[in-house]
């Protein structure tokens, strides 16, 4: 009996996807449009499984009006770090209202972390990684908790840090689908065009990437995408994400 209740445990605590799992998904819709891809997902194997993450930033709309036209009702999960651009939480708002979604889902800072470790709020100023770390991926870890798998809005094009990105990768046990990742600004232009989504109001000043307040700027001509985020801080990534070269497990 004891041996029995073992073998439950391994099954019950074994991730859910492997690396071999995002392989074998990457193989079998390749050359699949991200519309056909995330209707057979979301309808099939995953059904009930998955969630989107949003910042509802320049590009969101994309992915997000993909997600709707299959099931409105797929949660979506938006971290409110509490430095957000008051243009980005008004667009959420109108965005959701736009596409019908049923199942937002708005996390946040733990309020008695925020208290022991950024107390005056300027932990952004002198330790970013910190600051996203307990604004962004603690918030996060608890959104995702309840799923297996999880689908991002990234796409190669926005900085060389994400030039290999694949369309599914394993991501602690989960499986991260990234729909967009050969996307090139073209098509989501286009996208934008036929389906007439709003923009955000922030991306008319040159904000290309929008995340916190205090940690984003315009972007330069013929600089990356993601440029403003961070800038001359010497990072690239939140830690939601990690970068991704030719030599990740694709």
């Known amino acids: 009996m004891a041996e029995a209740a073992r073998t439950i445990d391994a099954i019950d605590t074994a991730p859910a996807f492997t690396p071999a799992d995002a392989a074998r998904m990457q193989a079998r819709f390749a050359g699949v449009p991200a ?12 059904a009930g499984r998955v969630a989107a993450v949003s910042s509802f930033g320049a ?8 997600v709707a036209a299959v099931d409105p009702g797929i949660p979506v999960l938006f971290t409110n770090t509490q430095k957000m651009f008051g243009e980005t939480l008004a667009y959420r708002d109108m965005l959701v209202e736009h596409l019908g979604l049923t199942a937002l889902r708005v996390f946040r800072p733990d309020p008695h972390l925020l208290a022991i470790k950024d ?5 952004h100023g002198y330790d970013p990684d910190g600051c996203c770390d307990l604004r962004k991926v603690e918030p996060l870890a608890r959104a995702l908790a309840p799923f297996d798998a999880w689908i991002s809005g990234r796409k190669g094009f926005q900085a060389g840090t994400r030039a290999a990105l694949p369309r599914f990768e394993a991501d602690g046990g989960r499986l991260k689908i990234n729909p967009l990742a ?8 286009a996208y934008f065009a036929t389906h007439a989504l709003p923009r955000h109001p922030l991306e008319a ?10 940690c984003t700027s315009p972007v330069k001509p013929g600089e990356d995408a993601r440029a403003g985020r961070w800038r001359g801080m010497g990072k690239v990534e939140c830690g939601i994400h990690q970068p991704v070269s030719e030599l990740s497990p694709r």
């Not at 000043?205 to 205090?214: H, K, V």
């Open 35 to 46: 519309p056909a891809m995330l209707a057979e997902l979301l309808t099939g194997e995953l």
């Open 59 to 66: 590009e969101s709309a994309v992915l997000l009006h993909m």
């Open 119 to 123: 107390r005056e709020g300027i932990r």
């Open 182 to 189: 050969d996307w090139a600004k073209a098509d989501l232009d």
């Open 205 to 214: 000043q040159g904000y290309l990437s929008i995340g916190c307040a205090p």
